[in-house]
């Protein structure tokens, strides 16, 4: 392997483990910041969609996301109740 070629791979997965110790830090803060609220994290997250992308169907935001279209209707019922 080149020298450059194994910088530029060693500068990425210094980055991606960056970025996965920002992902992880930023969950702890949003939990801990909402721990008192019965507003879930699944919840924040589809308020959020709809938000940023408007008017959605539940198939809709279920395609956008790794998650089924059975999670997101509960999720939706719950912030209906």
């Known amino acids: 392997m080149k020298k450059a070629s194994k910088s530029k791979l060693e500068a990425l997965g210094a980055l991606t483990n960056e ?3 920002l992902s992880h830090r930023l969950r702890a803060v ?7 609220g019965t507003v879930t994290a699944g919840m924040r ?11 959605q169907t539940v198939p809709q935001m279920a395609r956008a996301r790794p998650v089924s279209r059975q999670h ?4 939706v019922n719950g912030l209906r109740a």
């Open 19 to 21: 970025t996965i110790a």
């Open 30 to 36: 949003a939990e801990e910041v909402h721990q008192d």
């Open 45 to 55: 997250g589809v308020m959020n969609s709809l938000e940023q992308r408007g008017p």
């Open 72 to 75: 997101i209707q509960t999720i």
